[in-house]
């Protein structure tokens, strides 16, 4: 909670004064003098609005901020929670405050991968009544995303995915090609590193954290595997062509040497600051780096960035791990009809324009993404326009965070110890155990 | 009553049944304020922790439903649990083991009288008073594995020809979170056997000195027997503390590489908070608890050993 909430008429801050002021008084005269402060609180609904910290050159804040001040019946009160790195405790905050099911906060940001459990527990408001009609209006993906047993159960707002970013000026030097293929990257990379042109070639994220399955769940769908069979009653992390994929991950640093092994404890940052400092020539890593590489300030390679779809292996496709946060409302709300308002306006595309051009976080509606303000603006996400069609979800399961952490100690296992296929085999095991349970 | 009865009530003295029982009820009415809020601060968290490990309590299946040990017995059957048991147990009598040892040489240090010496006493508690979050964080830098100062700074003595990746492999991993926990806790024990020293009579260790000990004789045979039970005691309190360990494991690793520095805490916090599986969480820590109780049976049999015995 950082902003001060701001109105326009004479500030909040200054009922409060008055109230005070009121109780303070004689008891007798406060109660005659009640009614025109009842009056004044009650011209402004106000509901609550959590959500994951999100910087660029503007927060979120301004956004609510505009919001507040673009009419008079609504007050939102922006809560903000930590930064989507630190995933767990952003969903913490939320599970703590949703399963008291006091209808706050009404209205609150979730990663997807929430989705299916908050659905689940029955915490999530179905807005097919209210947003159903508009559903053809963003991507097919997202929307698929934010269904959970047939209910549209959140709303799309920015869309994000696994990204290579590369480095153009290296790779004109050695004349070659955006890498399609992990084959063709690792080589590039393997030749950088040797001509001395870098100290890594690719950087990418082991920590034992949720980003480790994002990173998993990338190579692991660009060769055909996954870590949940589509039915999500059991794993298919122990197949041969997922063994393949983490395999490669491991190779990366024992075998091409092009990863050093410190990104088996790096999470988003300490991977991007290497890159931004001109010291790695392919970062996997979501879109907000884009942002920073170019800033002159605080990146030693602007303008020598370029960003793709991330490599697939042969006979696979690129597939991002499919990220970002989506709307949701509290399904105990009080103020429903202040909520649906908030979020029709929150969704616009008007809005969604916004966030993308100061926050960098990519429209979810198709026709936002091909704004010609957008284009102008930020051309690389014209680009991103490809990278988000392969975009693949995490598994899809309301007990995603306990198949998580199985799959983050079983992954973190292999890659560390180099047995692959054993210790996907014992957290195929775990993860069968616990989602043929539900 | 009436202003009649009263001085009729007076002379009579308090009835026979009120006289008795008021004494013997006093103790317990003021004991009462303290029952009742260590009751439901302490015992009530303690005790709803044991129900609810008997439970199949999740948020997530929104199951609540009394299962009998079922919890305990996948506990047993569970490898990460155990894996977590051993790290937290090794952590526990390592840096316990570490940080005594360098506390008592600082203690023995500060006791002295040198110049400056209120000075070193001020400066040495200042790891102690950081926050664990800002030393997890600080140790990180130090220890970053490509640019950290310490790889740097053994690199150039020359003592290492390649960088040592700290908290990234699994060798290096939980040794680098005791050596940040002994740097933070050190000082503490050295402040608790500095009071200890302090109340060891100068006259003794003047008289061992006439008798012509020197000074480390001195030590063994004067100081370190006298000091016996306050080093007990603080090393009970270190171990009990250290495994709870949290918040280095959570900053620094997340409990990995490949689970290399899961702690018990770290563990439960991950599948009560993050899995929201409060019934099974909830055994974990009444066996994260049990285990801390056994630790603390066994300092308290050779203290209380230690003060029955005569001087």
New interface residues.
Partial sequence: MTRTPKTPAGGKGGIQRRQFMMGAGVAAGAAALGMPRLARAADRVEISFASAKFQGTETIGNVVDTFNESQSKIFVKYIELPPPSSS?EV??AL?QQL?RKNGSPDVFTQDVIWIA?FA???WALPLDEYFGGVKSQFFDGTIDACTYDGKLTALPWGIDSGMMFYRKDLLDEIGAKVPTTWAEMTEQAMKLQADKKVKFGFLWQ????EVLVCDAVSVLASNNAAILAADGRSSTLATDKAVEAIQFLHDTINKYKIS???????DEE?SRA?FTGGEAAFLRNWSYVYVLAQDEKSSKVPGKVGVAPLPHFEGGKSAGCLGGYQYGINANTKQREAAVEFLTWMASPETQLRFALKMGIAPTRPAVFDDATLGKEQPFMQSLKTVFTGATPRPKT??Y??VS?AA??GI??A???GKVKEELEAAAKKIDAIVSK? | MTARSLPAAALAGPPRGAGWSMPRLAPFLFLLPIAVSLGSVSLYPILNGLWLSFTNTSLVTQEHDFIGLENYAQLLGDDLFWNAWRHTVYFTVVSTLAETALGLVMALLLVERFAGRSIVRAAMLVPWAMPTVVTSKMFGWLFDGQYGVVNWALRESGLIAENINWYGSIDHAMTTIIIADVWKTAPFMALLLMAGLQTIPKSLIEAARMDGAGPVATFVHVRLPLLMSTLLIAGMFRALDAFRVFDLVYVLTGGGPADATETLSTLSYKTLFSALQFGYGSAMATAMFITEALIAIGFGFFIMRKMRAPR
């Fill in positions: 767990t969903h913490q599970v399963a459990e689940a527990a029955g082991g920590k034992q954290a050093p092994a410190d990104v088996l404890s790096w300490p290497p309301p007990k965070p306990q952490l983050q100690s973190s296992r890659l560390v110890t539900a």
